[in-house]
């Protein structure tokens, strides 16, 4: 039995059980903690996923249920403009018919003439001072004072005109009667007789009097619509002059003389037979009120609602709720020649976001924040543009294209988007606090099972402790009785072996030191006499490479060769990124002819160094044999390397290229690295290689793939020649220094020796590089025209 106070102190804060229930528990509790917070945070973010999945599907369907609805409207103004163009193409077609056939034109004249006299005969009024004929007919005929006689009498190119636009009797009342409704169809005559024919009849020339002083002695076109008559005359010269393709001519809204209302008027002009002179024009009004009609008729969620606006900004229809919350202001716009329009335009909305609108983008949708009770409060617009057409405004016609807007609050328009979050949210919070409540009872469970086991385990450990004290005592006779099946019984049985192995090992320790210093001694001769032989080899390896890289460096041109070039000047550095490098360049001269070479072979270290020794071992001797013609040169190359890496059995190939150089002209052939031509600080020329050859040792033959082209190369010019280790070269964030950045370097360098580029060049490239490990050979020739 135990001692009365071993006992308390196995119970005690720092027995194993104590440790036990301590560990194990806050192992339990630690986990238990993080799998329930693992859980209540992937319930938050399934939440918020759920939330921003639904959020996206119902903010793109409202997106797209608005985009739609501005296109239908939209489309609704299009097919209303479209039937009165269709109404006032059909008048105009009937009046262009009497142009084109005199004869007919002068039937039908004599026909209303004698079926209607008061149609074709017109009373002279003394105090507006022209002629009008009598209520009665279905259309009035206003004649100015400039176009009557001496006696107050149509001129009778005039009355020939009265007569002839009779027709107006017979088609305009069936054109007032179908179609969209059309407030007046009329006719006008050309610039030189501009009779004004209107149905239905009107007190038309006394409302002018009354609106526009002095219009009766003034020019009919130049004062009402002053700059229509005279683009149409330059459509008749050139239709291709014409804004949009088309004769149909609108005119922005205006006040209305006759029926004071604000309109819009649609023009035809007609033409002379032979197409080269205006012959004066059909019209129809429409009130801004059917245009308007669709628009105010808009109406989106509870609070939307739609505008039509002219390119310029001005909006032409808005219900007067629209008109308050998007901040306009109207005015009258009262030009000079006595039309009347309205300037209530967005780019004046005391709305600083409406005003700031780009009106200029199709379909665009905006969200934006209007005040509204000292409140800024999110609203969604989409901008749709109508169909362009022929618009004139006191000038020159132009191009136009109107836009239908459509202006929703966001609260409405993603209400449903709301309520989804709102039940998500709802949602999450019930599973949270369930979640709470399970982690909660789970803690409870786990002490409790935790200090229900902690008894059973920690006994056959306290039995190993007494055990192991008795040992530490040399007592190695000791044994544990531990009758549990499982990791601590099994470290019972092996505590008794071990405890076996101790007591026969402390029997036979001088041995067994005596024969483990021996094996250690016989090791330690074997290993002094492998590090001789590694030593030996290091050295014959390094003295070979040495050698190697030694006849590679002597292969190169010389600084004194480079010199005797009397036209160029030669710059060329090279460093291997192992002992021996595999990039290849070279100057071979042979008497006024210069062939230059570059090449990268693939890899680098020996076999790399060697496979460039036999190319510039090929190279010059083809060179002295006399073989001028590069691609001949290129394809001898070709097939001594083959054979050599066949023999060899060398799985290795170059890129490689060549300058023929005679004095006069530069030729290139063979695949490689991108040429690089700086002519002056502004210009410089990258030369793709790709087409003029294959690598070199891939094919016996690559004949058919070589090509040639000749590069101009003249005073001052400068070339730049180089392997994939400077574009290639990285920094420590692992960014190339790259064909740009040489370019660059290059051509900053522009007017310099070709030393002083060379080395500028390779400052650059070994800033870039810092104290990265160059890990490809670095190899560039710079050339200079002198």
């Known amino acids: 039995m135990s001692a009365p106070g071993e006992q308390t102190n196995r119970l005690g804060l720092r027995s194993f059980r104590a440790k036990f229930v301590l560990i194990v528990g806050g192992a339990v509790l630690f986990d238990l903690l993080v799998t329930g917070g693992l859980a209540l945070w992937n319930v938050q973010r399934l939440s918020r996923d759920a939330a921003a999945e639904v959020g996206r599907g119902l903010e793109k369907a409202s997106r797209d249920y608005i985009r739609s609805y501005a296109e239908t409207t939209a489309a609704r103004v299009n097919l209303l403009i ?147 008559y005279d683009s149409w005359e330059q459509w008749a010269s050139d239709r291709r002059k014409r804004p949009v393709g088309d004769d149909m001519t609108q005119t922005a809204p205006y006040t209305d003389a006759i029926t004071g209302k604000l309109i819009v008027s649609f023009f035809q002009p007609l033409w002379s037979r032979d197409r080269r002179r205006v012959a004066g024009a059909a019209g129809a009004d429409i009130t801004l009120d059917q245009l308007a009609q669709i628009v105010e008729n808009v109406k989106v969620a509870d609070n939307g609602f739609g505008f039509l606006a002219m390119s310029d900004g001005n909006v032409v229809a808005i219900n007067p709720v629209g008109e308050k919350v998007i901040g306009l202001r109207a005015s009258s716009a009262v030009g000079s020649e006595g039309v009347t329009g309205l300037d209530r335009s967005l780019r004046k909305s005391v709305q600083q976001e409406i005003a700031k609108l780009p009106l200029g983008q199709d379909g665009l949708l905006k969200h934006i924040l209007l005040v509204e009770n000292g409140e800024r409060v999110p609203y969604l617009v989409v901008l749709k543009q109508l169909q362009p057409t022929n618009l004139w405004l006191s000038g020159p016609v132009r191009r136009e294209t109107m836009m239908l807007g459509i202006v929703v609050p966001e609260r409405e328009i993603y209400a449903s988007l709301f309520a989804a979050q709102a039940g998500i949210s709802e949602a999450t919070n019930r599973i949270v606090i369930y979640q709470v409540l399970a982690l909660l009872v789970s803690l409870c469970f786990v002490t409790a099972a935790v200090f229900a086991i902690s008894k059973r385990i920690t006994g056959g450990i306290s039995a190993l402790a007494d055990a192991a004290k008795r040992i530490q005592a040399k007592d190695y006779s000791v044994r544990v009785n531990i009758p549990t099946r499982d990791e601590v019984g099994e470290a019972g049985a092996t505590f008794n072996r071990m405890a076996e192995q101790i007591s026969f090992h402390t029997e036979n320790l001088e041995q067994l030191v005596e024969d483990r210093t021996k094996e250690i001694e016989e090791a330690n001769l074997q290993i002094s006499a492998l590090n001789q032989q590694l030593r030996s080899e290091n050295l014959r390896l390094g003295a070979e490479l040495a050698v190697a890289r030694r006849i590679q460096m002597m292969v190169l041109p010389k600084a004194g060769e480079l010199e005797e070039i009397a036209d160029l000047e030669i710059a060329a550095y090279m460093r291997p990124a192992d002992e021996v490098g595999g990039d290849y360049y070279d100057v071979l001269k042979n008497g006024k002819r210069l062939k230059i070479g570059i090449g990268d072979v693939t890899g680098h270290g020996l076999e790399s160094g060697v496979l460039m020794l036999m190319v510039q071992s090929v190279a010059r001797a083809l060179q002295e044999a006399g073989e001028m013609d590069p691609s001949q040169f290129l394809n001898r190359v070709n097939r001594a390397i083959y054979k050599n890496l066949v023999r060899t059995s060398t799985d290795k190939h170059l890129s490689l290229a060549f300058l023929d150089y005679d004095g006069a002209r530069l030729t290139l052939s063979g695949q490689h690295e991108e040429l690089i031509v700086v002519r002056n600080l502004r210009d410089v020329e990258r030369i793709d290689t790709l087409d003029l050859g294959l690598p070199i040792g891939l094919e016996p033959d690559i004949s058919p793939f070589v090509a040639t082209r000749d590069i101009s190369f003249g005073h001052g010019d400068m070339i730049v020649l180089h392997t994939d280790g400077v574009t290639e070269a990285e920094n420590r964030s692992g960014e190339l220094f790259g064909i740009e950045r040489l370019c660059e370097s290059a051509r900053r360098r522009y007017g310099r020796s070709a030393e002083d580029v060379k080395s500028g060049i390779i400052e650059d490239l070994m800033a870039h590089i810092g104290t990265q490990k160059i890990h490809d050979d670095i190899t560039l020739v710079v050339m200079r025209h002198r």
Do not use: C
């Open 82 to 228: 479209d039937q009165v163009h269709s109404d006032v193409g059909t008048l105009a077609g009937v009046l262009q018919e009497q142009i084109d056939r005199p004869v007919r034109k002068s039937q039908i004249g004599e026909a209303m003439a004698r079926g209607a006299p008061g149609a074709v005969t017109v009373a002279y009024d003394q105090k507006g001072g022209w002629a009008q004929n009598l209520p009665g007919p279905l259309s009035v005929v206003s004649v100015w004072g400039y176009l009557l006689d001496a006696n107050h009498v149509p001129l009778p190119e005039v009355q020939t005109d009265i007569e002839n636009s009779a027709v107006l009797d017979l088609v305009a009342p069936s054109l007032l009667a179908n179609g969209q409704s059309k407030l007046q169809m009329y006719y006008i005559g050309p610039k030189e007789r501009p009779i004004f024919r209107t149905a239905p009849y009107t007190d038309q020339a006394q409302t002018f009097d009354k609106l526009y002083p002095g219009h009766n002695k003034a020019e009919f076109w130049s004062f009402f619509f002053p700059g229509l």
